[in-house]
């Protein structure tokens, strides 16, 4: 079945920019996603990019897709303290609505 | 506003009691899904519902019933609860498309 894994934990300082990896093995996907889990609250769409696309971009936040590798980034620029939250990468089989969600990644904001 | 209403915020239930987790949304979503949200574990699929009248099994099914009777319902129960279930649980729906989910803001529940 398909899979995706990410690390499980990011320490950055304020203002630096973060990276956040992600991999997964369904080569069917059709869409790729990144959510973003605030303490005590639910999982909100941060960006989607889909399959056939390399790059994205919106405002701070770039997502890079290197479909060969199965390799999805989240790259945040001049990190705040509000960013610290759960990143969650998802994908979307070519059938079907279901998502397949990774670990998540726990980034931490230093001041 | 638009989205997924979960019930109750949080709960205390003792080993063995029954209990109902409600989740409706007001977006005409097809699609639902239950997930729990274990440290370490990441989201797990317990049952989903691709359309009214339908539901599947997930990663971790057991101990869980769900229904689907309507579009906008789809409440997940426990017939007997266990301390291995406490976990937060999240309800989730989709309208297909490139959209992806919706999530609810989720229910802690501890069986003590």
């Known amino acids: 079945g398909e899979d995706v894994e990410q690390s499980l934990f990011l320490s950055v300082r304020e203002g630096d920019s973060s990276v956040i990896n992600c991999t997964y093995t369904?080569?069917?996907?059709?869409?790729l996603y990144w959510y973003k889990q605030e303490p005590g609250a639910g999982l909100q769409l941060l960006t989607y990019?889909?399959?056939?696309?390399d790059m994205k971009q919106d405002q701070r936040l770039t997502v890079l897709l290197n479909k060969k590798d199965k390799h999805l980034s989240l790259r945040i620029a001049d990190t705040q303290t509000g960013d610290s939250a759960i990143y969650f990468c998802?994908?979307?089989?070519?059938?079907?609505?279901?998502?397949?969600f990774g670990g998540g990644t726990r980034l931490m904001v230093k001041p | 506003i638009a989205g997924i209403t979960q019930a109750p915020t949080s709960q205390i239930l003792a080993a063995g009691r029954r209990m109902t987790l409600r989740c409706t949304q007001d977006?005409?979503?097809?699609?639902m899904y239950w997930y729990r949200q274990d440290l370490g574990l990441g989201l797990r699929l317990i049952h989903y519902?691709?359309?009214?009248?339908?539901?599947g099994k997930g990663e971790v099914p057991d101990g869980y019933s769900v229904s689907r009777a309507n579009t906008d319902d789809f409440p997940l129960t426990l017939a007997s609860a266990v301390p291995s279930q406490t976990s937060v649980y999240f309800c989730?729906?989709?309208?297909?498309?490139?959209?992806?989910?919706?999530f609810g803001s989720g229910t802690r529940l501890t069986v003590v």
């Open positions: 989730a729906s989709s309208g297909g498309g490139i959209r992806g989910y919706t």
């Open positions: 990019i889909f399959s056939n696309m």
């Open positions: 519902s691709n359309t009214a009248g339908t539901t």
């Open positions: 977006m005409r979503h097809n699609a």
């Open positions: 998802a994908e979307k089989e070519d059938a079907g609505n279901m998502l397949t």
């Open positions: 369904d080569s069917s996907s059709t869409y």
